[in-house]
Structures are given as structure tokens and as C-alpha cells.
């Protein structure tokens, strides 16, 4: 499990709220693996978290692209590849691997999305939020 640190808050209340979701989303699968690691079949649950977080992902990312645009952020083209990558990624992720070994698979599943979602936010993210905040996006 990981737990949300106050060195990646952005101070824009809503794009933090929105993270911290990703978080527990992220987390509901940390929690799953440990239920294989227990022998538990999890791969319907997965399959389940993996399209939960497609759908919020999505969500959040454009959440964002609107505010780029609203507020003509420099780099919001590289940015948006950024998040059109990640969403490739997740859309690509072949399931019947998840089924073939539910550890393996979920743990690396989990270890990528982990690095991604925080080198993201400390890295791409906090490029933006000056000009958010200075706009008083909350």
C-alpha cells in the first residue's frame, strides 16, 4: 500500500483530490495482490480496478487538458502525450496474462503505475501549478 504524501500536493485542491483518488485506486490493487499472494483468484477484481482506473484516469486527464487550455499552459502538448501514453498503456495490457500469473503480472502492473503516477506529479505536474494557482484554479 502506498499513502499519500504531502510533498506531491500541488495546492489546487481539486487536481489533489483527484490524485489521491488515483492513489486509492492503486491501492485497491496493492490490496488485491496481497489477497493472490494468499492464494486468492483475483483476476476478475483486477480486471475490475485495471477499468476503474482507465475511466478516472481519463477522467482526470482531462480534467487537467481543460485547464490547459483555459489558462494556455506552454506545455500542455507535451504534457497531454504524457497522458495519452499512460491511457495507451492501461488500454493495451493484455489480461490473459494477469490470468496466467496473477502475482507477477499485478505486482508489476503496481510498481509501474506507482513510479509513473508519482514521477508524474512531482515532475510534469508541478510544471503547471504556478500558473493554476496564480489563476486561483482551486
Not at 69 to 86: G, R, V, W
Request: aromatic share 12%; glycine share 2%; proline share 0%.
Amino acid at each position: 500500500m502506498i499513502s499519500w504524501e504531502t510533498q506531491y500536493e500541488l495546492g489546487i485542491k481539486s487536481i489533489d483530490d483527484q490524485h489521491k483518488e488515483l492513489v486509492n485506486i492503486i491501492n485497491k490493487m496493492a490490496a488485491l495482490l496481497i489477497e493472490a499472494k494468499q492464494g486468492v483468484d483475483i483476476y476478475d477484481e483486477v480486471a475490475t480496478v485495471i477499468n476503474d482506473l482507465k475511466k478516472y484516469t481519463i477522467y482526470h486527464f482531462k480534467y487537467e487538458e481543460n485547464l490547459f487550455d483555459q489558462y494556455s499552459y506552454e506545455y500542455k502538448d507535451t504534457h497531454k502525450a504524457e497522458h495519452d501514453k499512460l491511457v495507451n498503456d492501461i488500454e493495451e495490457l493484455d489480461l490473459s496474462s494477469f490470468d496466467e500469473d496473477q502475482i507477477k503480472h499485478t505486482n508489476d502492473l503496481l510498481k509501474f503505475l506507482i513510479t509513473w503516477l508519482f514521477k508524474h506529479i512531482s515532475g510534469s505536474d508541478f510544471l503547471y501549478r504556478d500558473l493554476l494557482k496564480g489563476n486561483n484554479v482551486q
